[in-house]
């Protein structure tokens, strides 16, 4: 398996990122609140976590040479 070095802030955002997509999954799922409250704060979550992760992938897979 090929190696990448990643520096410490990098790897955090990436964290970071999967955890907003991880969250509106689980907003998206949960029942504790309104139906629109949880809709509105899930997709915006999981929005931003997916879209966030496109150019950090993009950057990981480019060091990959």
Known sequence: ???????????????????MLGAGIGLLAAGHMSERTRNMAGRTLFAIGALSTIPLVVDVLSRRR
């Open 1 to 19: 398996m090929p190696k990448i070095e990643l520096p410490l802030p990098e790897l955090g955002v990436i964290a970071a990122t999967r955890g």
